[in-house]
């Protein structure tokens, strides 16, 4: 098992910037697959952004593609993700999770491990 902490949500302007950090501890994680979901109140929790431990390659839901990125430090066991142009829509609870031979990162039930989540307020 693995086990997430995610932080660096809060309240951040139309428009603005935040950057979101898992910290990433427990068993090995070779061959994992890290990602970012994002829950709304009453809403379903939605893909955002995915990658590979090895760092080879992202993907991203379309609604963020050009203004989020995700990224991971191998040696501090952290992953990222970088937000630019926030909209009110995207207020959200954001869960950091892993997952093992991901074949559907885009798919929640694709992931072992979740963190709390970090929410992100963007105020209309």
């Known amino acids: 098992q693995v086990q997430l902490v995610e932080s660096g949500g809060g309240l951040v302007q139309a428009g603005g910037s935040a950057r979101l950090s898992c910290a990433i501890s427990?068993?090995?994680?070779?061959?994992?697959?890290m990602a970012w979901f994002r829950q709304a109140p009453g809403k379903d929790r939605d893909f955002v952004a995915a990658?590979?431990?090895?760092?080879?390659?992202?993907v991203y839901a379309d609604s963020v593609k050009g203004r989020f990125t995700i990224s991971l430090d191998n040696s501090r066991k952290m992953v990222y993700l970088q937000m630019s142009a926030l909209k009110p829509e995207e207020t959200a609870k954001y869960y950091c999770?892993?997952?093992?031979?991901?074949?559907?990162?885009?798919?929640?039930?694709?992931?072992?491990?979740w963190g709390r989540g970090t929410q992100v307020t963007v105020p209309s």
């Open positions: 999770t892993a997952g093992r031979a991901v074949t559907r990162p885009q798919l929640r039930y694709a992931y072992d491990d």
């Open positions: 990658i590979k431990w090895d760092g080879g390659s992202t």
């Open positions: 427990g068993r090995p994680f070779n061959m994992y697959t």
